[in-house]
């Protein structure tokens, strides 16, 4: 028998006891005991005037129908997509209410068991449109907040590439500190972010499948653009590659910082002005100096490659403002930002063989002292930041 169809037989029984065990095996159990388990959970909460729109989802094992709905214990008159929500199914509620601007408030829905199910929206602020302005409002902050502080910090190329060699090891040594920090700081966020999703499609475990996924990627990138430098032979090549790796973690990070720039806006709980953009500046400024930092021992790029790294880091800032604002879902948030995690522990993998001394020690006090000193930078930074 061929090997192939070793591998098949298994597989095709695998698949009929399945089939099996979904069309009778339900039967022969029995009626579960005891009343239904009803579990609505809302995805999303668009206010319009006159108007309250819940995106809801099921999390629980039984359909749920709602039949009635209240707000600050007043009925109102609501239209749905579907009578009845069968498991993760989702469906739209539209509430006519007349609520005011800043105003808390308490939705009841009551299901055709009985059973009530509450969603409270703190303030009631209007939810932004989607139009030109809008998203000319969100490139406007995405640029602010990314692109033009990272091209900032990468002026410190020249500066970098006149100082002594242990000297560039410390600053390396500071990215780490601060690829570090990003890290650290994105997982904090993303684990509070997953723990308030409705958990229908995994909740935190979602930041692991990111940054899993993100540190896979990224060694498969890194192993492609190393083979394609072993076949050229190009000089100062693998430092652009290890920049554009850097540029990458970087990116990914502030997609989730444009996520919550965007969600926040959307709400009413983002304080645009100068101290937003100072704060947000002063912050990312310091990832334009770490997506150089490799660049400074080495002949430099050309001014369009590093306009090219700039953009890949600064720019999904303002992919994330979009996507924050717009069409936010704390399970998509929780994803990407696992995304960025991945990414940047693989670059601060990869540049740890640059901070060695002649001794191959990794760890030795110039490089603890950099590595600290990256971690205060962006913990100072960080204290001017409200989102």
């Known amino acids: 028998m061929p090997v192939w169809a070793l591998g098949l037989v298994p597989l095709v029984l695998i698949v009929a006891a399945l089939v099996a065990l979904l069309t009778i095996g339900g039967d022969t159990l029995g009626e579960r005991p005891g009343p239904p ?15 309250i729109e819940l995106t809801l989802r099921n999390v629980g094992p039984d359909p749920v129908d709602v039949e009635q709905v209240f707000v600050n214990d007043a009925y109102v008159d609501f239209s749905e997509g579907t009578e009845e929500v069968g498991r993760l199914g989702a469906q739209t ?7 005011q601007e800043g105003s808390p408030l308490l939705v009841t829905m009551l299901t ?43 002026l410190f190329l020249p500066f970098l ?38 958990g229908a499609f995994g909740g935190v475990a979602l930041l692991f499948i990111g940054a899993a996924l993100a540190y896979l990627g990224l060694v498969a990138l890194d192993r492609y653009l190393r083979a394609r430098r072993e076949r050229a032979e190009t000089a100062g090549a693998g430092a652009f590659q290890l920049s554009l790796l850097v540029a990458i973690g970087i990116g990914l990070h502030n997609l989730g910082e444009g996520l919550a720039i965007g969600s926040a806006y959307a ?39 590093l306009a090219a790294l ?53 760890l030795y006090p110039a490089s603890v002292g950099g590595i600290i000193a990256g971690v205060a930078i962006l913990y100072v930074t960080g204290l001017l930041i409200s989102v």
Request: charged share 15%; net charge negative.
């Open 161 to 198: 590439g006149r100082v002594r060699e242990q000297w560039v090891r410390v600053f390396m040594a500071a990215t780490i500190g601060l690829l570090g920090f990003l890290a650290v700081d994105a997982y904090l966020e993303g684990t509070e972010i997953g723990t308030e999703s409705t």
């Open 37 to 51: 388990a009803e579990e609505l959970a809302v995805e999303q909460t668009l206010l319009r005037p006159g108007e």
């Open 310 to 362: 700039g953009l890949i880091a600064g720019a999904p800032a303002i992919l994330g403002a979009f996507i924050g604002a717009s069409v936010y879902n704390p399970e998509i948030a929780t994803f990407l930002i696992g995304l960025g995690i991945g990414a940047i522990v693989q670059v601060i993998v990869q540049l740890v063989p640059a901070i060695r001394d002649r001794a191959g020690r990794a």
């Open 112 to 154: 055709a068991t009985g059973a009530t199910i509450e969603h409270e929206i703190d303030v009631a602020v209007a939810t932004p449109e989607a139009d030109g302005g809008f998203y000319g409002l969100m490139a406007l902050l995405g640029t602010y907040v990314g692109v033009i502080p990272v091209a900032l910090g990468m």
């Open 93 to 99: 509620l539209t509430l006519d209410y007349p609520w």
């Open 267 to 305: 709400i009413g709980e983002l304080a645009l002005g100068a101290f937003l953009v100072f704060g947000f500046a002063l912050h990312n400024t310091t990832e334009g100096l770490a997506i150089v930092a490799p660049l400074a021992a080495h002949r430099r790029p050309s001014l369009l490659r």
